[in-house]
């Protein structure tokens, strides 16, 4: 039955009364230009702006415009939340369900059923919800810790608030709000062009914006004036450099001119970190800026053997006997705060170093990268054989076919492909093209054929884009990996339109489909794995290809992927 | 029990007693029909029955049809069945069947919207017993706006992408939301071209005396660019295609209920979407069938699993009723060609 506040009921008791003029209702999330006053609303319209276009410099003058006009509070906001400073989710998504289906009058079944079809919990919350009966002026930095507040209290508070809060809001804030509070909070911009648009409001260079807004830091650490305007990198001894991140080279190295002014390295198979030695302390970061210090806990005594005032770029690396081991023993650490003795005997790591970034307590990053590289090399060399800590060598090459030799042997050393840097470029920031390149290997590939499929999420709901792929063992279709990507829009509506007239079996979500179509996966590694019946697993598994020339029965065995497994594994 | 008044058949629903169909996807001998959008009217029966506005735009896209022709609440009597029809305004000349025998009324919904569109005929609500009744937009996620609020945002954005130098190409179902628009937008505002298609359902109308603001037809001797600002109404399939070069820079928006969905809006990869559907919402199909004071509810076209389940716990005596046809559903709104 519906619940207490569910509109009154018709004649005969059945459906709920709907008012004759139907006047109060605004269907879509829409947006208005005005919202001068209303600092909620105005995130919320930046949100539609950025929601509504493609075009990079839509999205950019969209967010300056932001970045000038809003609550200061509010932008330091917009500026953590495009960061991936994200508040923690306060209240569970089934309570939020039950609340909006309570609230909308409709039962908590047909909520869940109209879930799947808008494919976004957030945006089905705003939508089913009746109009707002109030307004509120309260910023996005009030509704932020409003949200934050909620775990202090008992249930019924909570819900309690979260009902006054949808009844104060119109469709977009109330999306955004929804967005917020269950954590999942997206806008479609990188912190590229964030930074982009906050330099262009505040004419301050990029590069620094970049350096100031990396690092430990939240909006109620700080303030904007603080973090933006006003601050010192150098004040904070943990504050990480932005990692400069190279451009895959599609086409080879053939038209990047002359080999002498490059040098080469392999590209290696583990976790990009930054290491930092300020003040006595070291401090690991991740590429995703997150500080990894503690779960590498072997990497502490790199404070003996390397001075303070040195910041290094490289790769973490699980590693024995001068040789790395296979990312699967990389990947048992990952995600462990704390690490267990056994696992630190089976998989201890180090750090392959593979520039310098500050030395002697200087930022280096703008003098060439062979001058960076003999520091780096005098560093690293002064410290004792079982310091864990290793240079990342060069590639020697005089020629592009000799490097493409070189490249051809990334597997047999555990490698992805080869990097490239240009001798003299200075260490940027982000990712940009010219100074540094990856060349990866080619992807290993295996036809496949399609078995099950499912609809996925957001922008790609009501579209069936997760599917499940198998080889053949005998006359047997074994089930070996599930790939989502690298299929265009349209193939997708291709594919799904077959999968509705081909579905054998539903269980749930998933459809079992006729064994018709092929498609070629291409991965970047294999492995053993208990856990899966075809007994591998993956790495970066995609559709490359959509076999429409080649029929099921040509797909690949299960014998085959057991020859890739011991080739490559 | 006797023979149902109305039955479901592999031909589409169909009138025993009065030896007719109704909407039929499969050729008959006499088809009555509800309005003239292809997954209704369909080609090769040996007669039809429609109203007077909907059969100009029949025979346009239909050809050479035996077309009789009936005024709205005018009563027929088909093999002793009282046959009459009823605006439904979903688009001009809807209409919804009702059928009567010794007292037992049915009423075939078509496809219809509750909204006065300012173009169609006002949907009128009729008394049955037993209703057979669309459900394209049959969740309670799709709430629409009144139309002037989607008609003002329209204006709003032609308005500034005129200020800013570009065409406004908007896409919209080329019988019924084209209509619709031209005759809520602000003529003031720029010129309107429009599509061969759109044009082709404009001249229709105009010769029925249905008063719409004067457009261009866009044709290939037409020079685009000596229209600066202007908003053209294309078909949904037009967007994005090469067809849309001549027009210079320019802003796409598409108009449909479908629109209501970010992750459809997204994918439709126009600027713009506007909300703006020919079918009930939510709360407009509830207040109808509501309104009809009807017992049994026969749903299709749409959500009807989730729909008829939410009537049935409504106390209704309700069923899905199987459509040969899956009229505008979310996978076609993909495909372009579609109302909705």
């Not at chain 1, 608030?161 to 917020?180: I, S, Y």
């Not at chain 2, 990869?269 to 407009?284: C, I, K, L, P």
């Amino acid at each position: 039955m519906v619940g207490a506040e569910a509109p009154a009921l018709g004649a005969g008791g059945r459906c709920p009364a709907v008012p004759a003029g139907r006047n109060s209702g605004r269907g879509a999330l829409h947006f208005r230009h005005s919202a001068n006053g209303n600092p909620m609303k105005r995130f919320a319209n930046l949100f539609t702006r950025l929601d509504q276009t493609t075009k990079t410099s839509l999205k950019v003058a969209a967010l300056s415009d932001y970045f000038r006009e809003a609550p200061e509070d509010d932008r330091l906001w917009t500026i953590a939340l495009l960061s991936g400073r994200r508040p923690k989710r306060t209240v569970t998504t089934t309570r939020l369900r039950e609340w909006a289906a309570e609230r909308a009058g409709i039962p908590l079944w047909l909520f869940e059923e109209s879930y799947p079809i808008v494919g976004d919990l957030a945006e089905t919350i705003a939508l089913v919800l009746p109009d707002a009966e109030e307004e509120s002026d309260r910023s996005l930095t009030h509704w932020i810790s409003h949200i934050k507040s909620l775990s202090q209290h008992a249930e019924e508070e909570r819900k309690r608030q979260v009902l006054e809060a949808w009844n104060q809001m119109g469709k977009t804030e109330r999306f955004v709000f929804n967005k917020l509070i269950t954590g999942g909070f997206r806008m479609g911009v990188s912190q590229k062009l964030m930074t982009r648009a906050l330099s262009q409001a505040t004419g301050v260079e990029e590069p620094d914006l970049a350096h100031r807004l990396m690092g430990d830091w939240s909006p109620e650490t700080t303030s904007y004036r603080a973090l933006i305007l006003e601050h010192d990198p150098s004040a904070d001894l943990s504050k990480p450099y932005p990692f400069y991140l190279a451009y895959q080279l599609d086409e080879g190295p053939w038209e990047l001119g002359d080999p002498a002014e490059w040098a080469a390295e392999r590209k290696w198979d583990g976790i990009r970190g930054q290491l930092i030695l300020r003040g006595g302390d070291h401090y690991l970061w991740s590429r995703g800026e997150e500080l990894m210090t503690d779960r590498f806990p072997e990497l502490a005594v790199l404070k003996d053997f390397l001075p303070m005032g040195t910041v290094i770029d490289g790769e973490v690396l699980a590693w024995t006997q001068d040789a790395p081991l296979p990312f699967a023993q990389l990947q048992k650490r990952i995600g462990r705060k704390t690490v267990p003795k056994k696992l630190l005997a089976e998989a201890p790591v180090i750090l392959k170093a593979y520039d310098l970034l500050e030395h002697e307590g200087e930022d280096v990053r703008s003098i060439p990268f062979a001058e960076r590289r003999n520091l780096l090399e005098t560093l690293v060399e002064r410290a004792p054989p079982e310091a864990p800590v290793r240079l990342s060598p060069l590639v020697p090459f005089d020629h592009w076919d000799a490097l493409a030799a070189e490249r051809e042997r990334s597997r047999d050393l555990q490698a992805e492909g080869v990097m490239l840097k240009r001798l003299d470029s200075p260490y940027r920031d982000g990712r940009r093209k010219g100074d540094w390149w990856k060349w990866k290997v080619d992807p290993l590939t295996v036809d496949a054929v399609l078995i099950y499929a499912q609809q996925g999420h957001g922008r790609r709901a009501n579209l069936f884009t997760d599917f499940t792929f198998a080889v053949w063992s005998g006359n047997e279709l074994v089930p070996f990996t599930k790939a989502y990507s690298g299929l265009t829009d349209a193939e997708f509506r291709r594919i799904t339109a077959w999968v509705r007239k081909n579905t054998l079996e539903r269980y749930g979500p998933v459809r079992a489909v006729k064994p018709e179509h092929v498609f070629e996966i291409a991965f970047e590694g294999i492995q053993e794995s208990p856990r899966h019946k075809s007994g591998v697993a993956l790495r970066f598994p995609r559709m490359a290809r959509w076999r429409h020339d080649k029929p099921a029965q040509e797909a690949n065995t299960l014998n085959d992927l057991r020859e890739m497994l011991a080739a490559y594994g | 029990m006797t023979e149902p008044l109305l039955t479901f058949t592999d031909r589409g629903i169909c009138c025993p007693k009065g030896g007719f169909h109704i909407d039929p996807w499969r050729p008959v001998d006499r088809a009555l029909v509800t309005h003239g959008h292809a997954d209704h009217a369909r080609p090769g029966h040996r007669r039809y029955l429609a109203t007077r506005a909907a059969a100009p735009g029949m025979r346009h896209r239909l050809g050479d049809i035996d077309v009789e022709t009936v005024e709205y609440g005018e009563v027929r009597e088909i093999g002793g069945v009282r046959v009459s029809y009823h605006p439904a305004g979903h688009v001009p000349g809807s209409a919804q069947i009702r059928v009567e025998h010794r007292g037992e009324v049915w009423v075939v919904s078509g496809d219809y919207k509750v909204e006065p569109d300012g173009l169609s005929e006002p949907f009128e609500p009729l008394r049955c017993h037993a209703f057979i009744s669309e459900c394209t937009f049959g969740l309670p996620v799709f709430k629409w706006q009144p139309q002037a609020e989607v008609a003002s945002e329209i204006n709003g954005w032609w308005a500034k992408n005129k200020a800013e130098g570009r065409v406004s190409v908007l896409g919209a179902y080329a019988l019924g939301k084209a209509q619709r628009i031209l005759a809520a937008v602000d003529p003031d505002i720029g010129p309107i071209l429009t599509h061969g298609a759109v044009e082709n359902t404009n001249e229709v109308l105009r010769a029925q005396g249905v008063a719409l603001p004067d457009t261009i037809r866009v044709t290939p001797e037409l020079d685009a660019k000596a229209h600066p600002g202007a908003l053209v109404l294309a078909t949904p399939s037009a967007l994005g295609t090469p067809w849309m070069r001549r027009f210079g820079p320019a802003s796409t928006g598409f108009a449909s209920g479908w629109m209501a969905l970010r992750g459809v809006r997204r994918r439709r990869a126009a600027d713009r979407g506007f909300v703006m559907s020919d079918h009930a919402d939510w709360e407009g199909l509830n207040a109808a069938i509501r309104d009809t004071g009807a017992e049994r509810v026969f749903v299709t076209h749409g959500y009807t699993s989730i729909f008829c389940r939410w009537l049935s716990e409504q106390g209704f005596d309700a069923q899905v009723v199987e459509t040969a046809w899956e009229g505008e559903s979310l996978d076609t709104a993909d495909e372009g060609e579609v109302e909705g």
